[in-house]
RNA sequence: CGGGGCGUAGCGCAGUCUGGUAGCGCGUCUGCCUUGGGCGCAGAAGGUCGUCGGUUCGAAUCCGGCCGCCCCGACCA
């Protein structure tokens, strides 16, 4: 009955099982990947996304390895109002006129429009509405330092929105901290900096350079800014953390004042820091492949899937019971563990599925296995499959976790170096690709002229390069030392 | 806000040029079958074709308005 004229039935779907590859379209492949790997969707809220439980995991994760590391340095934390008054944002005009165009502002309530210099932000951060309470909770020297941070959400109206990246709503924390001396903030400011680089180093798998932004990059209303900046995998920067050296700028907008043990009156030092749920996306685009998410093990939800093989129910009961066995065994070896008895799909699928979905460890266990008191065990990086004895199977696991976290530093270190290039002209300008390190003069019309001529950006000041003078590689112009330059997200 | 593209089943799309009352793949559901790299067979459910109006005997298809989304740019610690 087939009718000759009709066109053929197009091929078998498999085509659209597989993500587009980093190589033909790395921004394709991030999005798909970010919602084939169940981590997060489009919400009908223009720029806003729901973050899945496989996504949210992940943040909870990281929330509570920086969490212990923020308590360790001494940091409580505190919850403010999502709402602000208007009027506070305007106390600080830097940090107002750089946030206005991005903020949403919230103009009725209670079924009634609300009267000019009654409404409300909704935060973008939160410096001004905590400076409020700052400055009742401050009194004397000796209810010195505060330290404070908060896990929150804020809002940024961002007109080009990517999933993790730059969302409208995003989750983050931001610490907010007072002192008595310039000298103790620029200390807690650089020591947070470097919280931030532990955590991207140790956790993440994710090497950064860390460095001062310069003057037109800095934080609105800081005296100085500094950051942490990561390479993706397509040699684009990210910035993944920052720490702010705020001064008294907010302090004198909202009398955040202490009596001395000399009895005056004195303005507090003060500091902000934060990263966000972007570094989600960070960690994607660092470790991930054709194949899906790759998640280095300390952040992974699930570290390790045992996967039941077996047709009858004779030859799936020995196998679940032994799963289950295994799987508590490495529950107690504190590995995050899952095991799948689902019957309704096949060994193949659930090995390209766990791949998508970025579990670290994958065991294979079937009946052949078990009469040669076997599994299969096979890395998620490196895609290696090992056999291995079943009474070694959870220690072997524990150590294949840690060597790929190991691995997947090392790779991304390996290609943080290979793409790092000092350049002294403009012709390497042009064609080199990744991190630029570069003699600038210091202006902001030639930084301004990177970003126009060439697409590049400054990241930062990195602080382990020695800074030696030379000439601005665009002007000619005495440059004080290099600073890095990349094409950015 | 400028330039370009697109709204048809949960997802991805065809059908629009040339008007005749909607189709394919994936997914979902049921049953059987299968399980060591995205199984197979059979059946089923699911769509006011973005929206409002116009032309017409008849509109997914032609015309106009509106709405929404995506990409590029402007913007973005």
Known sequence: MADPQKPQTPKKGNDNLKLPTRADDFSEWYIQLVKRAKLA???????????????????????????????????????????????????????????????????????KPLPEGERYVIRPTSETIINRSFTNWVQSYRDLPILINQWANVMRWEMRPRLFLRTTEFLWQEGHTCHATEAEATEETLRMLDVYERFAVDYMAMPVIKGQKTESEKFP???????????????????????HMLGQNFAKMFDTQYQSKEGTKEYVWQTSWGVSTRLIGALIMTHSDDAGLVVPPKLAPTQLVIIIIGKTPEERGPVREKAHALAAEAKKQGIRVLVDDDETKGPGFKYAEYELRGVCLRAELGPKDLAQNQAVLARRDNKAKETVSLDAVVSRAGQLLEEMQQALYDAAKQRMTDNTFEVNSVEELKTKDGFLLAHWDGTPETEKRFKDEFGLTTRNRPFDLTQEPGTCVLTGAPSPGRIVLAKAY
């Open 41 to 111: 969707d489009n919400s009908d809220v223009r720029g806003s996304m729901v973050i899945r439980p496989n996504g949210y995991a992940i943040w909870e994760n990281m929330q509570q390895v920086l969490d212990g590391m923020f308590k360790d340095t001494g940091h409580q934390n505190a919850y403010f109002p999502v709402l602000i008054p208007e009027s506070y944002l305007a106390k600080e005009k830097k940090h107002v006129a750089d946030f206005a165009p991005q903020v949403a502002v919230v103009t009725h309530a209670g079924g």
């Open 221 to 243: 209303g800081a005296v100085s800014t500094y950051s942490i900046e990561a390479m993706m995998q397509d040699k684009k920067a990210l910035q993944a953390g920052t720490s």
